[in-house]
């Protein structure tokens, strides 16, 4: 049966920006749900020092939970050769940080949609410094996962593959043991497109899940389609919600889930209304597992 982690979603600022909130404040918070680990980032401001990674690793387990998948944002598609190998290092620092905590998972992205990108070469620039990844992450028992994602919050730009064309054509030149896909149904939402889709397409690859949901403030999905044919920025009629009372057929997304053996892990991203909505969220899922497992 999959697994369930949460996410600090309403946090990220707090725990990312201003530090006005300490990640052992979240963890004592996050421990409390019915959850079986807590999903990293590797943004927050305490995990610059690598003295810290032990000791937040301790304190997860000493509540019985684990530190399954780590989420971080590299931008492989720069033009430049150079900016790409920095990336290239953070990302197997990442890997690092992944395994001394204990995970098995570690996000990666394709990189920002620039507008000079020619679609081949982007697909080969992502390609090429996943690869690069690859054994890297092999060697420490880690798994990249490429995530149909929206934009990183310190990106100028969406990301390359967010598009499902795009994303399915980078995952399909891709094929190693060691790589596979983090499935967000919103995001699909973002680029105008049927998350049941993308997932029938990719669901073989997926290894993690991000479960989330989003509701129309105003308007049809067609409104939104109409809107977001570009996707450039979130779309003002789309916003967070409690999952379950969203856009996404949680019923149709295990379905597809449990035909192709799915067993890894599924993280909670959101709450951005406070923990109560967290616990619900949480519940709803764990729900929907036991129907589907």
Known sequence: MPRLAAFPKAFMQALCKDGTMT?????????????????????????????????????VEDHGKVIPMMCCSPDFTHPDKNFRQNEIVKQKRWIDMTYTLGG??????????????????????AAECIETCLPYAQDRGITLMLENH?????????????????????VDSIQHP??????????????????????????????????????????????????????????????????????NNYDAIFNELKRVGFNGWISIEDGVEGMDQLARSVSFVRQKMKEYW
């Open 104 to 125: 098995s998972f570690c996000r990666v992205l394709s990189g920002q949609r620039r507008p000079e990108l020619h679609l081949e070469e982007g697909v080969k620039l």
């Open 178 to 247: 060691n790589f596979g896909v983090n499935y967000d149904p919103s995001n699909t939402y973002l680029a105008g497109e049927d998350p049941l889709e993308l997932l029938y397409r990719v669901s073989s690859r997926v290894v993690t899940m991000h479960a989330s949901d989003r509701y129309l403030k105003e308007g049809t999905i067609e409104d939104l389609r109409k809107e977001e044919g570009a996707a450039a920025g979130y779309a003002r009629r789309l916003s967070h919600g409690e999952i379950g009372k969203g856009l």
């Open 150 to 170: 929206y934009k990183d919050d310190f990106w100028q730009y969406p990301e390359f593959a967010q598009k499902m064309d795009v994303f399915c054509a980078l």
């Open 23 to 59: 990640v052992s404040e979240w963890i004592n918070l996050a421990v409390q749900l019915d959850i079986d680990g807590l999903e990293w980032y590797a943004g927050f401001l305490e995990m610059e020092d690598k003295s810290n990674w032990l000791r937040f690793r301790k304190q």
